[in-house]
T-cell receptor
Framework: QQQVKQSPQSLIVQKGGISIINCAYENTAFDYFPWYQQFPGKGPALLIA?????SEKKEGRFTISFNKSAKQFSLHIMDSQPGDSATYFCAASGGRDDKIIFGKGTRLHILP | DTEVTQTPKHLVMGMTNKKSLKCEQHMGHRAMYWYKQKAKKPPELMFVYSYEKLSINESVPSRFSPECPNSSLLNLHLHALQPEDSALYLC?????????????FGDGTRLSIL
């Protein structure tokens, strides 16, 4: 019940296209859903996060869509750029544990 | 540049060596974390310090010993490590120890055990 399932494992998108990464969770106590972006040789950087009281959050080209009833959330990257090529981790936290549960990650490659 | 600073960036050590990893943040955060990350895997939580006290130890072997000298500093002391301990060690901090707070990561120490 503590898992966060992330898909796809890898994704190739043309420059200017939309990149979509999906995550699903089971624990209804989760109340915070961040996305992290990690470049090679760097630590994960918080990209955008959402709480379950809203269904969508947008920051620039990055949008989180959240479906509480389906226990799913997704990251959309509009107008994808080669500089967006990185590994993306979805995560979830809340409830009794002071832990963030990470998805397994998606390696995104944007073709120039 | 991240607001969580980790040193050294790279470390190579033998299995009998003793070394320490250091982490520093000046954001006034009261929770600090150590994670281990293997290639192509998500970070795995090792330890959590909440208000300078160890609050979570994820059954980490005793060859890893954390220390929090003050609210800005976090150390990880290493002794008698094994080759499988080679990984990227990440430090993170958050304003409070509740898991629904953003965690800010450093760029890690790349550790290689010979």
């Amino acid at each position: 019940q503590q898992q966060v399932k992330q898909s796809p494992q890898s994704l190739i998108v043309q420059k200017g296209g939309i990149s979509i990464i999906n995550c699903a969770y089971e624990n209804t106590a989760f109340d915070y859903f961040p996305w992290y972006q990690q470049f090679p040789g760097k630590g994960p950087a918080l990209l955008i996060a959402i709480r379950p009281d809203v269904s969508e959050k947008k920051e620039g080209r990055f949008t989180i869509s959240f479906n509480k009833s389906a226990k799913q959330f997704s990251l959309h990257i509009m107008d994808s750029q080669p500089g967006d090529s990185a590994t993306y981790f979805c995560a979830a936290s809340g409830g009794r544990d002071d832990k963030i549960i990470f998805g397994k990650g998606t390696r995104l490659h944007i073709l120039p | 540049d991240t607001e969580v600073t980790q040193t050294p960036k790279h470390l190579v050590m033998g299995m009998t060596n003793k070394k320490s990893l250091k982490c520093e943040q000046h954001m006034g955060h009261r929770a600090m974390y150590w994670y281990k990350q293997k290639a192509k895997k998500p970070p795995e939580l090792m330890f959590v310090y909440s208000y300078e006290k160890l609050s979570i130890n994820e059954s980490v072997p005793s060859r890893f010993s954390p220390e929090c000298p003050n609210s800005s500093l976090l150390n990880l002391h290493l002794h008698a490590l094994q080759p499988e301990d080679s990984a990227l060690y990440l430090c993170a901090s958050s304003a409070s120890p509740y898991s629904n707070q953003p965690q800010h990561f450093g760029d890690g120490t790349r550790l290689s055990i010979l």
